[in-house]
T-cell receptor, first 116, second 115 residues
Framework: DAGVIQSPRHEVTEMGQEVTLRCKPISGHNSLFWYRQTMMRGLELLIYFNNNVPIDDSGMPEDRFSAKMPNASFSTLKIQPSEPRDSAVYFC??????????????FGPGTRLTVL | AQSVTQLGSHVSVSEGALVLLRCNYS??????LFWYVQYPNQGLQLLLK??????LVKGINGFEAEFKKSETSFHLTKPSAHMSDAAEYFCAVSDRAGNTGKLIFGQGTTLQVKP
């Protein structure tokens, strides 16, 4: 198995531009999580999906952020418009799901976003 | 609300020495407990987890952790550090009652291993 796949691995953009981050979870996993990692705030859960349905988006910073999961094998996190304070590493993770809270989450390699 | 505190943002040990990384949680109900490791420029990888049963949990790469309910702790140990153990370590909790899989992470501890 290829593991969780994220693209792009690095993204440099200018303030005000739209940014789309992509994630392909491990096949057969039914939970997907988006995290953001910064030096100041550490690892924060932004949103998570179960069976393609958003369950908790309380971590999404503001309306500029949106996430979708149109099918079991693909999810996007979009920032529009982007701001310099959005610069961070964004991780996608997936888990098998049936054990719920005790399931291991498998993390992708992350997307390093820099907003100039 | 649940929270996780990792004592010490940086820990430095000599190769071959004991590794001890501290984690305390705050929760009305003992949560599921996890330790993840992050190597430079990589995603996180599960080291071990505690769900139920034996309170001493063994994980990969020789690490183990002990759940102590009375101390609300889940400290990570390894008897003998190796250079390859240098990484950032995260303690995390998941709500046992809600059973959603939502993880709350500590701030992380960077482990430095000196030759």
């Amino acid at each position: 198995d290829a593991g969780v796949i994220q693209s792009p691995r690095h993204e440099v953009t200018e303030m005000g531009q739209e940014v789309t981050l992509r994630c392909k979870p491990i096949s057969g996993h039914n939970s997907l999580f988006w995290y953001r990692q910064t030096m100041m705030r550490g690892l924060e859960l932004l949103i998570y999906f179960n069976n393609n349905v958003p369950i908790d988006d309380s971590g999404m910073p503001e309306d500029r952020f949106s996430a979708k999961m149109p099918n079991a094998s693909f999810s996007t996190l979009k920032i529009q418009p982007s701001e310099p304070r959005d610069s961070a590493v964004y991780f996608c993770a997936s888990s098998f799901g049936p054990q719920g809270g005790s399931d291991e989450q498998f993390f992708g390699p992350g997307t390093r976003l820099t907003v100039l | 609300a649940q929270s996780v505190t990792q004592l010490g943002s940086h820990v430095s040990v000599s190769e071959g020495a004991l590794v001890l990384l501290r984690c305390n949680y705050s929760s009305s109900v003992p949560p599921y407990l996890f330790w993840y490791v992050q190597y430079p420029n990589q995603g996180l990888q599960l080291l071990l987890k505690y769900t139920t049963g034996a309170t001493l949990v063994k994980g990969i790469n020789g690490f183990e952790a002990e759940f102590k309910k009375s101390e609300t702790s889940f400290h990570l140990t390894k008897p003998s550090a190796h250079m390859s153990d240098a990484a950032e370590y995260f303690c995390a909790v998941s709500d046992r009652a809600g059973n959603t899989g939502k993880l709350i992470f500590g701030q992380g501890t960077t482990l430095q291993v000196k030759p």
